[in-house]
Protein backbone atom coordinates (compact mmCIF):
# COMPACT_ATOMS: atom_id res chain seq x y z
CA UNK A 1 0.00 0.00 0.00
CA UNK A 2 1.24 3.43 -0.89
CA UNK A 3 1.41 6.20 1.74
CA UNK A 4 2.38 9.70 2.28
CA UNK A 5 4.17 11.51 4.68
CA UNK A 6 3.14 15.00 5.07
CA UNK A 7 4.96 17.26 7.09
CA UNK A 8 2.37 20.05 8.67
CA UNK A 9 2.65 24.05 8.65
CA UNK A 10 4.54 24.80 5.40
CA UNK A 11 2.95 27.84 3.99
CA UNK A 12 1.79 27.13 -0.07
CA UNK A 13 2.57 29.52 -3.22
CA UNK A 14 2.90 29.67 -6.70
CA UNK A 15 0.82 28.22 -9.41
CA UNK A 16 -0.55 25.00 -9.86
CA UNK A 17 -2.20 23.57 -12.65
CA UNK A 18 -5.53 21.74 -12.84
CA UNK A 19 -5.66 18.39 -15.01
CA UNK A 20 -8.88 17.50 -17.38
CA UNK A 21 -12.12 16.35 -15.46
CA UNK A 22 -11.71 12.91 -14.96
CA UNK A 23 -15.82 12.73 -14.54
CA UNK A 24 -15.85 14.12 -18.23
CA UNK A 25 -13.04 12.17 -19.67
CA UNK A 26 -14.74 8.63 -18.77
CA UNK A 27 -18.13 8.73 -20.39
CA UNK A 28 -16.41 10.64 -23.45
CA UNK A 29 -13.90 8.01 -24.20
CA UNK A 30 -16.27 5.47 -23.61
CA UNK A 31 -18.79 7.78 -26.58
CA UNK A 32 -15.75 7.53 -28.76
CA UNK A 33 -16.52 3.94 -29.56
CA UNK A 34 -20.08 5.13 -31.20
CA UNK A 35 -18.09 7.23 -34.31
CA UNK A 36 -17.48 5.62 -37.10
CA UNK A 37 -13.73 6.87 -37.64
CA UNK A 38 -11.06 7.68 -35.01
CA UNK A 39 -11.23 10.35 -32.16
CA UNK A 40 -8.59 12.33 -30.73
CA UNK A 41 -9.02 13.52 -27.17
CA UNK A 42 -6.88 15.69 -25.35
CA UNK A 43 -6.78 16.79 -21.85
CA UNK A 44 -7.32 13.30 -20.60
CA UNK A 45 -5.89 12.96 -17.05
CA UNK A 46 -3.15 10.35 -16.33
CA UNK A 47 -5.12 8.45 -13.93
CA UNK A 48 -5.93 4.52 -13.20
CA UNK A 49 -9.41 4.71 -13.64
CA UNK A 50 -8.95 6.33 -17.15
CA UNK A 51 -6.04 3.63 -17.93
CA UNK A 52 -8.38 1.02 -16.73
CA UNK A 53 -11.39 2.27 -19.23
CA UNK A 54 -8.67 2.08 -22.01
CA UNK A 55 -7.81 -1.51 -21.13
CA UNK A 56 -11.22 -2.06 -21.06
CA UNK A 57 -11.98 -0.60 -24.39
CA UNK A 58 -9.25 -2.05 -25.64
CA UNK A 59 -9.78 -5.67 -24.95
CA UNK A 60 -12.78 -5.08 -26.12
CA UNK A 61 -11.16 -4.33 -30.05
CA UNK A 62 -10.79 -0.64 -30.21
CA UNK A 63 -7.51 0.44 -30.83
CA UNK A 64 -6.27 2.82 -27.78
CA UNK A 65 -2.95 5.72 -28.00
CA UNK A 66 -2.47 7.36 -24.83
CA UNK A 67 0.53 9.48 -24.39
CA UNK A 68 1.02 13.11 -23.22
CA UNK A 69 -2.77 13.56 -22.26
CA UNK A 70 -4.03 12.29 -25.30
CA UNK A 71 -6.25 9.58 -26.06
CA UNK A 72 -6.58 8.38 -29.52
CA UNK A 73 -9.25 5.68 -30.28
CA UNK A 74 -10.08 4.15 -33.19
CA UNK A 75 -13.14 1.81 -32.93
CA UNK A 76 -13.69 0.82 -36.30
CA UNK A 77 -12.70 -3.33 -35.19
CA UNK A 78 -14.28 -3.63 -32.22
CA UNK A 79 -15.72 -6.58 -31.89
CA UNK A 80 -16.58 -7.39 -28.48
CA UNK A 81 -19.90 -6.43 -27.35
CA UNK A 82 -18.83 -7.36 -23.08
CA UNK A 83 -16.27 -5.83 -21.22
CA UNK A 84 -13.38 -7.92 -19.36
CA UNK A 85 -15.19 -8.62 -15.38
CA UNK A 86 -11.76 -8.40 -13.39
CA UNK A 87 -10.73 -4.94 -15.36
CA UNK A 88 -14.78 -3.92 -15.29
CA UNK A 89 -14.70 -4.74 -11.58
CA UNK A 90 -12.10 -2.41 -10.81
CA UNK A 91 -14.49 0.84 -12.33
CA UNK A 92 -17.34 1.94 -12.24
CA UNK A 93 -17.92 3.68 -15.04
CA UNK A 94 -17.22 0.90 -16.99
CA UNK A 95 -21.30 0.93 -17.08
CA UNK A 96 -20.77 3.27 -19.10
CA UNK A 97 -19.84 0.17 -21.87
CA UNK A 98 -23.83 -0.84 -20.71
CA UNK A 99 -25.27 2.48 -23.13
CA UNK A 100 -22.14 2.52 -25.62
CA UNK A 101 -22.96 -1.02 -26.90
CA UNK A 102 -26.95 -0.90 -26.58
CA UNK A 103 -26.57 1.68 -28.85
CA UNK A 104 -23.82 0.48 -31.16
CA UNK A 105 -24.63 -3.15 -31.75
CA UNK A 106 -27.84 -3.38 -29.28
CA UNK A 107 -26.34 -5.74 -26.46
CA UNK A 108 -24.03 -5.13 -23.72
CA UNK A 109 -22.68 -7.13 -20.49
CA UNK A 110 -20.86 -5.82 -18.07
CA UNK A 111 -19.83 -6.73 -14.15
CA UNK A 112 -21.82 -5.15 -11.55
CA UNK A 113 -19.57 -2.04 -11.06
CA UNK A 114 -16.91 -1.02 -8.33
CA UNK A 115 -15.80 2.27 -7.36
CA UNK A 116 -15.15 4.15 -4.40
CA UNK A 117 -17.28 3.18 -1.30
CA UNK A 118 -19.02 5.46 -0.01
CA UNK A 119 -22.50 4.27 0.27
CA UNK A 120 -25.00 2.03 -1.65
CA UNK A 121 -24.24 2.76 -5.32
CA UNK A 122 -27.16 1.43 -6.82
CA UNK A 123 -27.69 1.93 -10.81
CA UNK A 124 -32.01 0.87 -10.68
CA UNK A 125 -32.51 4.46 -12.98
CA UNK A 126 -29.75 3.38 -15.73
CA UNK A 127 -31.33 0.02 -16.32
CA UNK A 128 -34.99 2.05 -15.81
CA UNK A 129 -33.75 3.81 -18.77
CA UNK A 130 -32.80 1.16 -20.99
CA UNK A 131 -35.95 -0.61 -20.20
CA UNK A 132 -37.70 2.22 -21.38
CA UNK A 133 -35.98 2.49 -24.93
CA UNK A 134 -36.88 -1.41 -25.50
CA UNK A 135 -33.70 -3.12 -23.96
CA UNK A 136 -34.32 -6.43 -22.15
CA UNK A 137 -32.09 -6.27 -18.89
CA UNK A 138 -31.10 -9.34 -17.43
CA UNK A 139 -29.08 -9.64 -13.87
CA UNK A 140 -27.39 -12.65 -12.67
CA UNK A 141 -24.30 -13.52 -11.12
CA UNK A 142 -22.80 -9.85 -10.68
CA UNK A 143 -23.50 -9.24 -14.19
CA UNK A 144 -25.58 -6.94 -16.41
CA UNK A 145 -26.68 -8.45 -20.03
CA UNK A 146 -28.89 -5.98 -22.35
CA UNK A 147 -30.44 -7.08 -25.52
CA UNK A 148 -32.53 -4.99 -27.83
CA UNK A 149 -33.62 -6.04 -31.23
CA UNK A 150 -34.22 -2.36 -32.09
CA UNK A 151 -34.33 1.25 -29.48
CA UNK A 152 -37.08 2.72 -29.80
CA UNK A 153 -36.46 6.88 -28.32
CA UNK A 154 -39.04 7.46 -24.97
CA UNK A 155 -39.71 9.45 -22.25
CA UNK A 156 -37.93 8.92 -19.00
CA UNK A 157 -38.20 10.42 -15.73
CA UNK A 158 -35.56 9.85 -13.81
CA UNK A 159 -36.43 9.80 -10.04
CA UNK A 160 -33.26 11.30 -9.03
CA UNK A 161 -30.98 13.58 -11.09
CA UNK A 162 -28.01 10.61 -11.62
CA UNK A 163 -25.33 11.83 -13.33
CA UNK A 164 -24.55 8.25 -14.46
CA UNK A 165 -27.65 7.64 -15.79
CA UNK A 166 -28.34 10.59 -17.33
CA UNK A 167 -25.06 10.02 -19.29
CA UNK A 168 -25.69 6.07 -20.10
CA UNK A 169 -29.27 7.29 -21.20
CA UNK A 170 -28.07 10.28 -23.30
CA UNK A 171 -25.06 7.39 -24.58
CA UNK A 172 -28.34 5.14 -25.42
CA UNK A 173 -30.46 7.08 -26.53
CA UNK A 174 -28.15 8.26 -29.43
CA UNK A 175 -28.77 4.60 -31.15
CA UNK A 176 -32.58 4.78 -30.83
CA UNK A 177 -35.17 5.54 -32.90
CA UNK A 178 -37.34 8.44 -32.75
CA UNK A 179 -36.35 11.42 -29.63
CA UNK A 180 -35.54 10.58 -26.08
CA UNK A 181 -36.66 12.87 -23.39
CA UNK A 182 -34.88 12.69 -20.19
CA UNK A 183 -36.83 14.41 -17.40
CA UNK A 184 -34.94 15.30 -14.29
CA UNK A 185 -32.14 14.84 -15.34
CA UNK A 186 -28.47 15.94 -14.34
CA UNK A 187 -26.81 19.13 -14.90
CA UNK A 188 -23.40 18.65 -14.27
CA UNK A 189 -21.28 20.24 -16.42
CA UNK A 190 -19.05 16.92 -17.16
CA UNK A 191 -22.66 16.03 -19.05
CA UNK A 192 -22.55 19.26 -20.84
CA UNK A 193 -19.01 18.25 -21.93
CA UNK A 194 -20.16 14.96 -22.83
CA UNK A 195 -23.17 16.82 -24.63
CA UNK A 196 -20.60 18.82 -26.79
CA UNK A 197 -18.38 15.81 -27.82
CA UNK A 198 -21.19 13.77 -28.90
CA UNK A 199 -23.01 17.02 -30.81
CA UNK A 200 -19.73 17.55 -32.85
CA UNK A 201 -19.60 13.90 -33.43
CA UNK A 202 -22.88 14.50 -35.08
CA UNK A 203 -25.74 13.38 -32.60
CA UNK A 204 -28.50 15.77 -31.74
CA UNK A 205 -28.94 17.22 -28.25
CA UNK A 206 -30.85 19.73 -26.78
CA UNK A 207 -31.35 21.24 -23.42
CA UNK A 208 -28.25 19.81 -21.57
CA UNK A 209 -27.57 21.97 -18.64
CA UNK A 210 -31.57 22.13 -18.30
CA UNK A 211 -33.06 19.54 -16.25
CA UNK A 212 -34.82 18.33 -19.61
CA UNK A 213 -32.43 16.30 -21.87
CA UNK A 214 -33.80 15.36 -25.78
CA UNK A 215 -31.94 13.51 -28.52
CA UNK A 216 -33.03 13.01 -31.74
CA UNK A 217 -31.19 8.99 -31.94
CA UNK A 218 -29.62 7.10 -35.46
CA UNK A 219 -27.60 9.85 -36.57
CA UNK A 220 -24.14 8.57 -37.88
CA UNK A 221 -21.38 9.81 -35.40
CA UNK A 222 -18.17 10.47 -37.05
CA UNK A 223 -14.88 10.21 -35.00
CA UNK A 224 -13.56 13.57 -33.59
CA UNK A 225 -11.55 15.60 -31.75
CA UNK A 226 -12.29 17.33 -28.36
CA UNK A 227 -10.74 18.74 -25.55
CA UNK A 228 -12.00 17.89 -21.90
CA UNK A 229 -13.23 20.78 -19.48
CA UNK A 230 -10.69 21.19 -16.47
CA UNK A 231 -11.51 19.14 -13.43
CA UNK A 232 -13.56 21.10 -11.14
CA UNK A 233 -13.25 19.15 -7.98
CA UNK A 234 -9.36 18.81 -8.09
CA UNK A 235 -9.81 22.79 -9.12
CA UNK A 236 -11.78 23.35 -5.77
CA UNK A 237 -9.62 21.00 -3.55
CA UNK A 238 -6.22 22.80 -4.52
CA UNK A 239 -8.24 26.54 -3.86
CA UNK A 240 -9.21 24.60 -0.77
CA UNK A 241 -5.50 24.18 0.08
CA UNK A 242 -5.05 27.44 -0.71
CA UNK A 243 -7.72 28.90 1.52
CA UNK A 244 -5.80 26.58 4.56
CA UNK A 245 -2.42 27.69 3.70
CA UNK A 246 -2.29 29.63 1.15
CA UNK A 247 0.45 32.87 0.95
CA UNK A 248 -0.44 33.26 -2.47
CA UNK A 249 -1.81 29.99 -4.85
CA UNK A 250 -2.65 30.70 -8.42
CA UNK A 251 -5.01 27.62 -9.12
CA UNK A 252 -5.03 27.98 -12.70
CA UNK A 253 -7.07 26.04 -15.66
CA UNK A 254 -9.94 26.47 -13.89
CA UNK A 255 -13.62 27.57 -15.35
CA UNK A 256 -14.57 29.97 -12.67
CA UNK A 257 -18.79 29.43 -13.21
CA UNK A 258 -18.61 25.83 -12.24
CA UNK A 259 -17.16 25.95 -8.81
CA UNK A 260 -19.06 29.15 -8.16
CA UNK A 261 -20.94 26.89 -5.01
CA UNK A 262 -17.48 26.36 -3.59
CA UNK A 263 -16.25 30.43 -4.53
CA UNK A 264 -19.71 31.58 -3.07
CA UNK A 265 -19.08 29.10 0.34
CA UNK A 266 -14.90 30.36 0.73
CA UNK A 267 -15.94 34.05 0.02
CA UNK A 268 -18.44 33.55 3.24
CA UNK A 269 -15.40 32.39 5.45
CA UNK A 270 -13.78 35.40 4.49
CA UNK A 271 -11.47 34.14 2.36
CA UNK A 272 -10.20 36.89 -0.52
CA UNK A 273 -9.97 35.29 -3.98
CA UNK A 274 -9.60 37.00 -7.32
CA UNK A 275 -10.62 35.41 -10.31
CA UNK A 276 -9.61 35.62 -13.78
CA UNK A 277 -10.42 33.86 -17.18
CA UNK A 278 -8.07 31.17 -16.44
CA UNK A 279 -7.90 30.90 -12.93
CA UNK A 280 -8.05 32.03 -9.15
CA UNK A 281 -5.97 33.22 -6.99
CA UNK A 282 -6.27 32.64 -2.92
CA UNK A 283 -4.67 32.70 0.25
CA UNK A 284 -5.30 31.82 3.57
CA UNK A 285 -7.34 34.68 5.99
CA UNK A 286 -5.93 35.72 9.30
CA UNK A 287 -9.35 34.42 10.40
CA UNK A 288 -12.03 32.30 9.09
CA UNK A 289 -15.77 32.50 9.81
CA UNK A 290 -17.88 29.14 10.17
CA UNK A 291 -20.67 28.62 7.20
CA UNK A 292 -23.14 25.83 6.49
CA UNK A 293 -22.97 23.60 3.78
CA UNK A 294 -25.42 21.23 2.31
CA UNK A 295 -24.20 18.71 -0.71
CA UNK A 296 -26.47 18.89 -3.81
CA UNK A 297 -26.89 18.05 -7.69
CA UNK A 298 -25.00 20.83 -9.42
CA UNK A 299 -25.37 23.35 -9.28
CA UNK A 300 -25.59 22.94 -5.56
CA UNK A 301 -22.82 22.02 -3.23
CA UNK A 302 -20.54 19.43 -4.58
CA UNK A 303 -20.76 16.75 -2.79
CA UNK A 304 -17.30 15.56 -4.33
CA UNK A 305 -15.32 18.59 -2.20
CA UNK A 306 -17.51 18.19 1.14
CA UNK A 307 -14.37 16.33 2.97
CA UNK A 308 -12.13 18.68 1.81
CA UNK A 309 -14.23 21.71 2.79
CA UNK A 310 -14.70 19.87 6.22
CA UNK A 311 -11.07 20.09 6.85
CA UNK A 312 -11.03 24.39 6.36
CA UNK A 313 -14.39 24.22 9.02
CA UNK A 314 -12.05 23.30 11.36
CA UNK A 315 -9.99 25.68 11.10
CA UNK A 316 -13.56 28.40 11.34
CA UNK A 317 -13.92 30.37 14.43
CA UNK A 318 -16.87 29.15 15.37
CA UNK A 319 -19.29 25.64 14.33
CA UNK A 320 -20.49 24.73 11.27
CA UNK A 321 -22.77 22.38 9.99
CA UNK A 322 -22.35 20.30 6.86
CA UNK A 323 -24.82 17.78 5.92
CA UNK A 324 -24.81 15.44 3.13
CA UNK A 325 -27.70 14.75 0.87
CA UNK A 326 -26.66 12.95 -2.03
CA UNK A 327 -24.87 9.72 -0.69
CA UNK A 328 -25.50 8.29 2.62
CA UNK A 329 -22.58 6.97 3.92
CA UNK A 330 -20.02 9.29 2.99
CA UNK A 331 -18.98 10.70 6.65
CA UNK A 332 -15.88 8.01 6.55
CA UNK A 333 -13.37 10.59 6.88
CA UNK A 334 -14.80 12.16 10.02
CA UNK A 335 -13.42 9.32 12.15
CA UNK A 336 -10.18 9.80 10.26
CA UNK A 337 -10.36 13.88 11.20
CA UNK A 338 -10.40 13.09 14.65
CA UNK A 339 -7.65 11.04 15.01
CA UNK A 340 -6.06 14.46 13.61
CA UNK A 341 -7.86 16.13 16.46
CA UNK A 342 -10.76 17.53 14.67
CA UNK A 343 -13.98 17.66 16.92
CA UNK A 344 -17.08 16.37 14.57
CA UNK A 345 -20.01 15.72 15.96
CA UNK A 346 -22.44 13.45 14.06
CA UNK A 347 -26.17 12.95 14.00
CA UNK A 348 -27.47 10.99 10.74
CA UNK A 349 -26.34 13.44 7.54
CA UNK A 350 -25.05 16.08 9.41
CA UNK A 351 -21.90 16.82 10.86
CA UNK A 352 -21.17 19.44 13.56
CA UNK A 353 -17.52 21.07 12.81
CA UNK A 354 -16.36 22.28 15.94
CA UNK A 355 -13.37 24.73 16.01
CA UNK A 356 -10.02 22.25 16.62
CA UNK A 357 -6.07 22.27 16.61
CA UNK A 358 -4.78 19.77 13.90
CA UNK A 359 -1.86 17.49 14.92
CA UNK A 360 -0.01 14.47 13.07
CA UNK A 361 -1.16 10.97 13.59
CA UNK A 362 -1.84 8.05 10.75
CA UNK A 363 -5.03 7.98 9.31
CA UNK A 364 -6.40 6.03 6.16
CA UNK A 365 -7.67 7.39 3.40
CA UNK A 366 -11.52 5.39 2.70
CA UNK A 367 -12.31 6.50 -0.47
CA UNK A 368 -10.86 9.24 -3.32
CA UNK A 369 -12.09 12.16 -1.87
CA UNK A 370 -11.68 11.19 1.44
CA UNK A 371 -7.79 10.84 0.89
CA UNK A 372 -7.71 13.95 -0.48
CA UNK A 373 -9.35 15.77 2.71
CA UNK A 374 -6.64 13.80 4.90
CA UNK A 375 -3.93 15.15 2.98
CA UNK A 376 -5.28 18.39 2.97
CA UNK A 377 -5.79 18.08 6.91
CA UNK A 378 -2.24 16.87 7.04
CA UNK A 379 -0.70 20.25 5.49
CA UNK A 380 -2.31 22.11 8.26
CA UNK A 381 -1.55 19.84 11.22
CA UNK A 382 1.20 20.09 13.22
CA UNK A 383 4.11 17.43 13.02
CA UNK A 384 3.92 14.69 10.67
CA UNK A 385 0.28 13.02 9.64
CA UNK A 386 0.87 9.54 7.31
CA UNK A 387 -2.00 8.89 5.13
CA UNK A 388 -2.16 5.51 4.27
CA UNK A 389 -4.09 3.67 1.03
CA UNK A 390 -3.36 6.87 -1.33
CA UNK A 391 -3.93 4.86 -3.97
CA UNK A 392 -7.78 5.96 -3.67
CA UNK A 393 -6.48 9.62 -3.98
CA UNK A 394 -4.13 8.91 -6.92
CA UNK A 395 -7.63 7.52 -8.60
CA UNK A 396 -8.76 11.03 -9.20
CA UNK A 397 -5.75 13.47 -8.70
CA UNK A 398 -3.03 13.13 -11.37
CA UNK A 399 0.17 13.80 -10.28
CA UNK A 400 -1.13 15.39 -6.65
CA UNK A 401 2.17 14.78 -4.74
CA UNK A 402 4.21 16.82 -7.41
CA UNK A 403 1.84 19.28 -7.55
CA UNK A 404 1.81 19.88 -3.60
CA UNK A 405 4.94 19.59 -3.65
CA UNK A 406 5.47 22.41 -6.30
CA UNK A 407 3.27 25.00 -4.06
CA UNK A 408 5.92 23.98 -0.79
CA UNK A 409 4.68 21.28 0.82
CA UNK A 410 6.56 19.00 2.26
CA UNK A 411 5.47 15.24 1.44
CA UNK A 412 7.27 11.86 1.18
CA UNK A 413 6.11 9.16 -0.52
CA UNK A 414 6.48 5.39 1.26
CA UNK A 415 5.77 2.01 -0.85
CA UNK A 416 5.36 -0.62 1.67
CA UNK A 417 6.58 -3.96 0.03
CA UNK A 418 4.37 -7.21 0.44
CA UNK A 419 6.80 -8.47 3.01
CA UNK A 420 5.98 -5.45 5.67
CA UNK A 421 2.29 -5.53 4.81
CA UNK A 422 2.03 -9.07 6.12
CA UNK A 423 4.20 -8.72 9.18
CA UNK A 424 2.28 -5.50 10.14
CA UNK A 425 -1.32 -7.00 9.28
C1 LIG B 1 -20.95 10.83 -10.13
C2 LIG B 1 -19.49 11.09 -9.86
C3 LIG B 1 -19.22 11.13 -8.35
C4 LIG B 1 -20.17 12.13 -7.67
C5 LIG B 1 -21.62 11.87 -8.06
C6 LIG B 1 -22.58 12.93 -7.52
C7 LIG B 1 -18.50 10.01 -11.79
C8 LIG B 1 -17.62 8.90 -12.32
N1 LIG B 1 -18.70 10.03 -10.48
O1 LIG B 1 -21.22 9.53 -9.59
O2 LIG B 1 -17.88 11.51 -8.16
O3 LIG B 1 -20.05 12.01 -6.27
O4 LIG B 1 -21.75 11.83 -9.49
O5 LIG B 1 -22.18 14.19 -7.95
O6 LIG B 1 -18.94 10.85 -12.54
N2 LIG B 1 -28.66 6.65 -7.51
C9 LIG B 1 -29.72 5.77 -7.45
N3 LIG B 1 -29.94 4.96 -8.54
C10 LIG B 1 -29.17 4.99 -9.66
C11 LIG B 1 -28.10 5.91 -9.71
C12 LIG B 1 -27.87 6.72 -8.62
O7 LIG B 1 -30.42 5.70 -6.45
O8 LIG B 1 -29.45 4.25 -10.61
C13 LIG B 1 -28.38 7.52 -6.34
C14 LIG B 1 -27.05 7.18 -5.69
O9 LIG B 1 -27.17 6.11 -4.78
C15 LIG B 1 -26.69 8.48 -5.01
C16 LIG B 1 -27.26 9.53 -5.96
O10 LIG B 1 -28.22 8.85 -6.78
O11 LIG B 1 -27.32 8.58 -3.78
C17 LIG B 1 -26.22 10.19 -6.85
O12 LIG B 1 -25.66 9.26 -7.72
P1 LIG B 1 -25.15 9.64 -9.20
O13 LIG B 1 -25.48 11.06 -9.50
O14 LIG B 1 -25.62 8.58 -10.12
O15 LIG B 1 -23.58 9.51 -9.04
P2 LIG B 1 -22.55 8.77 -9.99
O16 LIG B 1 -22.88 9.04 -11.41
O17 LIG B 1 -22.39 7.37 -9.54
Known amino acids: MKKFYIEGGHELAGTVKVSGAKNAALPIISAALLGSGPSRLEDIPNLRDVRNLAKIISKMGARVNYENNTMEIDPRRLEHFATDPELAGQIRASYYMLGVMLARVGQARTSLPGGCSIGNRPIDLHLKGFKSLGAEVDISQGFVELKAEKLKGSRIYLDYPSVGATINIMLAATGAEGQTIIENAAREPEIVDLANYLTVMGAKIKGVGTDVIRIE ?95 LLTQADNASVVTETVWEDRFRHVEELKSLGARINMDDNSALVKPARLSGADVIATDLRAGAALILAGLKAEGVTSVDNIGHVERGYEDIEEKLTGLGAEIERAEETIESQVTTA
Open 217 to 311: GEEELQGEEHRIIPDRIEAGTYIIAGALMGEDVYVKNVLVEHIKPLLAKLEEMGVALEEDIAGVRVAAPEKLKSVDIKTLPYPGFPTDLQAQMMV
